[in-house]
Nanobody, 122 residues
Framework: QVQLVESGGGLVQAGGSLRLSCAASRRTFSTYAMAWFRQAPGKEREFVASVLWGGGSTNYANSVKGRFTASRDNVKNTMYLQMNSLEPEDTAVYSC???????????????WGQGTQVTVSS
């Protein structure tokens, strides 16, 4: 079992930046990928960005491309999300997730953090 703890959320003005962190409680040699998701009030959870743990390649939602950068530190078992040029529409609870592999053709995120609130004021 692995626990994920997010940090770095907060209140920021539009155009500002925040850096989120997601720390895994232990080294997970079998990690396939980690990802960030977000959920705004009254909306469904949506994918934000992911990092393949082995090679470090990243994938982003169209809404955040060019503004957000996901990265990982294998030694610290930590994933980051650098968020620049934040917009009020980015306001949401951001959660990280960890996958050990793929099931039924999709990355299977089996472990989730509690989330951290990001609020962007206009």
């Amino acid at each position: 079992q692995v626990q994920l703890v997010e940090s770095g959320g907060g209140l920021v003005q539009a155009g500002g930046s925040l850096r989120l962190s997601c720390a895994a409680s232990r080294r997970t040699f079998s990690t396939y990928a980690m990802a960030w998701f977000r959920q705004a009030p009254g909306k469904e959870r949506e994918f934000v960005a992911s990092v393949l743990w082995g090679g470090g390649s990243t994938n982003y939602a169209n809404s955040v491309k060019g503004r957000f950068t996901a990265s990982r530190d294998n030694v610290k078992n930590t994933m980051y999300l650098q968020m620049n040029s934040l917009e009020p529409e980015d306001t949401a609870v951001y959660s990280c997730a960890l996958a050990y592999g793929i099931r039924n053709g999709a990355v299977a995120y089996d472990y989730w953090g509690q989330g951290t609130q990001v609020t962007v004021s206009s």
